[in-house]
């Protein structure tokens, strides 16, 4: 299989992408080369390779959804000092405002 240069303009059109004429042909050159190899490939005989282990119909297995305890040795607020409706307050990074001034 090879590409056309309609088809790249085709395509290019699609994507939105500005193609100059010069640089259809490269690409129509680049595709039609990449199709190459991948004709190559599917000639490959891969009857006499063993299937990779892990990877089947069944797909990944996943792990049981179970929560941890975090390993704290404190409360929340022995690390966050300032809290609001269960949020932590910081000061500002730009001028590093005390949290308990108005409008933090």
Known sequence: MSVTREDVLHVAELARLGVDSARADELTKELSAI????????????????????????????????GITPLMSGTLASIAPVMRDGFFIVPRLASHEDSTESGA
């Open 35 to 66: 199709l190459s190899h991948m004709e190559v490939l599917s000639h490959v005989d891969t009857a006499t390779v063993p299937t990779t282990s892990g990877v089947g119909t069944g797909g990944t297995p996943l792990r049981a959804d179970v």
